[in-house]
């Protein structure tokens, strides 16, 4: 194969076209097998083939520095520059991650998971670049659906007052992860449609020379354009069309569901893995759309990831418009959200935990500060979530519990969550968030409460003494579990506890622990550092209760395993026993 001699990107500069069309089919082969077999980002990487191959033909990485945007399109070039073997060899499949990697290839230089970000952060580079008196191009490399994304649109701004080199490629395939949403998308189309020569043109507006390739899929006519920047002393867009999922049928049929894939069986595409049973995207799908055809005030919003609530194609087509999409901009989603509920309206916002992570001011400033009663979903948010180190889920508590006037609340089961969930949309007092649970979904026959408003009033679900357990949220079934190892351990049972709410302290509840209780255990889901554990602790700080607080180091994990980490910050009944007894 000629893939054999391809071990940096400077063997590539010498291939004829012919070889060239080889080696990118030679690529697609690499890409199948370690995405049937491993799953992972398909559409991007498919659809991005040609024009990775042409990029490094055309320029001359490292001096050359590439910025992938999210860089879930990053595989083909780890590929071309010397990570091959982790796609080509499946004994090699764990040796790289699934974005790009400054621990793995000095081609690489961020680790970026989040949307939106690679013309600041090629911005930056340039400016570097120009500040020390260096040469070398620098390309941004940004899909049309993040160009929805407030930091693109702010660096895309700012990149013409930068000056100097520096060549944005945006990778138009007319699609996000589901489809395009907003204003801009129309100007895209026109631009498609004129072959580049519509008058009103996005790019240009913005001060940024430009150039349009309508085969992005295209090796010979993607040489001819980049080698037309190469070097170019001002900022310039160079806008390819693209196909994504190109090369594999069920991926550009199906775009929406091959962005990102479980392994399947190359042949029919069906996943090895089938899913199966409930899910709580599922359920909270089914559950919204009752919500919506009973009362018409009531509106999910999502930031481009609609299938994390369950909401496909077709469920957005039963929703109506009482389903939004804002696109690649939580921050708006949330101001929206507030200005709905501020005007009656019944405001559902979804997206996963680190994603939320873009929206503190909003939540603070638009929502809470005004008490606007809209309710956010935080899905993901937990050990079980993602594993990747830009997708981690373990910050929210600390992040979202501190902001005054939310209410956050940690539900234990799938009927605790949604009793928790209807009373937040019908409610009209407070803004809110729910935890979305993470442990698959745990069913109870205990009885939950339908009002939430009494705030801070934890549950005492087991009665005991000497010690207390308050198992917050995901953690109540560790909680459950380590009750029953003390009582059988010890013989006395101890009192276990639902705390409910992450954003207050039940002080009633935990000045009566004292009289029959000398050990309070916390167990929480999320980085102890600002988080659950710590307002208990403060608490009982001036008496003699003893509180060990249990859950995860502040850091940023890639790419873990469950149990490693539970055992590593000792989550276990066992290992919790074995500290305090």
Known sequence: MLIDSIHSPSDIKTLDTDQL???????RSGLMNRLSKKGGHFGPNFGIVEATVALHYVFDSPKDKFVFDVSHQCYVHKILTGRKEAFFCDAHFDDVSGYTNPDESPHDFFNVGHTSTSVSLACGLAKARDLKGETGNVIAVIGDGSLSGGEALEGLDFAAELGGNLIIVVNDNDMSIAENHGGLYQNLR??????????????RAMGLDYRFLADGNDIPALIAAFRAVRDTDRPTVVHICTKKGSGYAPAETDRENWHWHMPFDPETGKELIPGGGESYGSLTCEYLLKKMKADPRVVALAAAVPVCIGFTEEKRREAGRQFVDVGIAEEHAVAMASGIARNGGKPVFATHSSFFQRTYDQISQDLCINRSPATLLVNTASVYGMHDITHLGIFDIAMMSNIPNLVYLAPTCCEEYFAMLDWSIEQNQFPVAVRMPCNGVVHSSRRFDTDYSGLNRYEV??????????????????????AAYITEKTGTA?????????????????????ARHSVVITLEDGILNGGFGEKIAR???PSAMKVYSYGLKKEFLDRYQVGDVLKANHLTPEQIYCDIF
């Open 461 to 482: 679900t087991q009665q005991g003494e000497n010690t207390a357990i308050l198992a917050l949220g995901d953690f109540y079934q560790l909680g459950e579990a380590l």
């Open 494 to 514: 101890p009192t276990l506890v639902n705390p409910r709410y992450i954003t207050g302290t039940d002080d009633r509840l935990l000045e009566q622990l004292k």
């Open 190 to 203: 026109t631009l498609r449609e004129t072959n580049g020569k519509a008058p009103c043109n996005l790019f």
């Open 539 to 541: 608490f009982y700080g």
């Open 21 to 27: 069309l080889t080696l990118a089919a030679e690529i």
